[in-house]
C-alpha cells in the first residue's frame, strides 16, 4: 500500500496517474482482487477485511485527487510560462500626428470665444452679392469694393470674400440678442508673401437690443482675447475705415519680435496689426430690418495669427504640405 501511495505522489503526469487509479480502483484493480480474495475468508475475519479495504480505497481516492489537483496546477504553470509574451520584441514604428498651425490656431481662437458664451456660426462659401457686399453697406459704386479681389461665377454668384456675411445671414435668421462668431474659409484673387487665394477668418457679432453695446464692451472682449492668443503683449486700437462699421478701428499688439523697439517685421514702428473692428454700422441694421438695437463686430486673419505665432515668415508656406514645417508640429 505505501508502493501505491509513493507511485501517485511521484507521478508526472495525468494520463499515466489515471492508469494508477484504474490500477487500484478500476474493475479488475488490485482492491477488487482483495475484495474478491475475502470470499475464503470466514464471517468475522470477512467484516474486518472489507473495513479495512474500504478505508484503503479512500485512503487512496483522497491521495489520487491531491496529485490530480497538484498536476493541474503544473499544467497551468507551464502554459503561463510558455505563452509569456516577450515585451522587449520590435514593433512597427507609429508616428504620432499633430494639427496643422491654421487649424490649432482655430481651436484656440474658437476655444476662446466659446468659454465667452459665442456661438458658432458657418454660412457658406459660395456667397451672393447682396449677403457679401450690398447687405454689408457696399453698394455696386461704392470705392471700398476695389479692396477686395473676388473670385466671380459670372452667374452672379461669387466666392465670398469675408466672413462678414455670415453676420448678415445670422441676423436675418435669428433675433437679438445675438453672440457669435464664424470660423471658415475666404477667397481673393490674390498671391504674394503675405496673401493666399484661400485663407481663414475668424468673424465676432454682438448685438443686443436697445443702446447696451458700447464699444468699451469691444475693447475689454478683444484685448482680453488677444493677450489669452499672443501672451503679454500691449494692444491698442487705431482708427480705420470699414464700410460695415462705424466707428471702426484697427486692434494692434506690441511686435512680438522686438518687443516695440522697431524691427524689420513690425515696419520699425514697434505695432503688428491683427485684426479690424467697430461698432455695426447703421446701415447694416437697415438691410437686415433690425431697430433700436446696438452691437460690434470684429474680423480677423487665422494664418496671420498662426505666422505671429509660430514665427512663419512666409504665408505661402501655410499651405505647401511640406513636411519638414509640418513635422515641427508634432504634439
Ligand atoms: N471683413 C473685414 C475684412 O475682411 C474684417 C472686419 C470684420 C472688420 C468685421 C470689421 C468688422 O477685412
Not at 67 to 91: G, P, T, V
Amino acid at each position: 500500500m505505501r508502493d501505491f501511495i509513493n507511485k501517485i505522489r511521484d507521478c508526472q503526469d495525468k494520463n499515466e496517474l489515471e492508469n494508477i487509479r484504474i490500477s487500484i480502483l478500476g474493475k479488475k484493480g488490485e482492491l477488487a482482487k482483495a475484495f474478491a480474495d475475502m470470499k475464503n475468508l470466514s464471517g468475522d475475519q470477512k467484516k474486518e477485511r472489507a473495513k479495512e479495504l474500504n478505508e484503503l480505497k479512500d485512503i487512496f481516492t483522497v491521495e489520487l485527487e491531491k496529485r490530480e489537483s497538484e498536476l493541474s496546477e503544473i499544467e497551468l504553470d507551464n502554459k503561463m510560462l510558455s505563452e509569456k509574451i516577450d515585451i522587449s520584441l520590435l514593433s512597427p514604428k507609429v508616428e504620432i500626428g499633430g494639427y496643422h498651425p491654421v487649424v490649432e490656431t482655430m481651436n484656440r481662437i474658437i476655444s476662446y470665444f466659446n468659454n465667452m458664451n459665442f456661438s458658432i456660426e458657418e454660412g457658406n462659401m459660395v456667397e451672393d452679392d447682396w449677403h457679401n457686399f450690398e447687405a454689408l453697406n457696399l453698394p455696386k459704386s461704392h470705392p471700398a469694393r476695389d479692396m477686395q479681389d473676388t473670385f466671380y461665377f459670372g452667374d452672379g454668384r461669387l466666392l465670398r470674400t469675408h466672413t462678414s456675411p455670415v453676420q448678415i445671414r445670422t441676423m436675418m435668421r435669428e433675433k437679438p440678442p445675438i453672440r457669435m462668431i464664424a470660423p471658415g474659409t475666404v477667397f481673393r484673387r490674390d498671391f504674394d508673401l503675405t496673401h493666399t487665394p484661400m485663407f481663414h477668418q475668424v468673424e465676432g457679432l454682438v448685438i443686443e437690443n436697445g443702446d447696451k453695446v458700447s464699444f468699451a464692451n469691444l475693447k475689454f472682449i478683444l484685448e482680453d482675447f488677444l493677450k489669452y492668443m499672443f501672451g503679454d503683449v500691449k494692444v491698442r486700437f487705431r482708427p480705420s475705415f470699414f464700410p460695415f462699421t462705424e466707428p471702426s478701428a484697427e486692434a494692434d499688439i506690441s511686435c512680438l519680435f522686438c518687443g516695440g523697439n522697431g524691427c524689420r517685421v513690425c515696419s520699425h514702428t514697434g505695432w503688428l496689426e491683427v485684426l479690424g473692428c467697430g461698432m455695426v454700422d447703421p446701415n447694416v441694421f437697415k438691410s437686415v430690418n433690425y431697430e433700436n438695437v446696438s452691437g460690434y463686430a470684429f474680423g480677423l486673419g487665422v494664418e496671420r495669427f498662426a505666422m505671429l505665432i509660430h514665427r512663419v515668415p512666409d504665408l505661402r508656406s501655410m499651405f505647401e504640405g511640406d513636411l519638414r514645417l509640418l513635422e515641427q508640429f508634432r504634439v
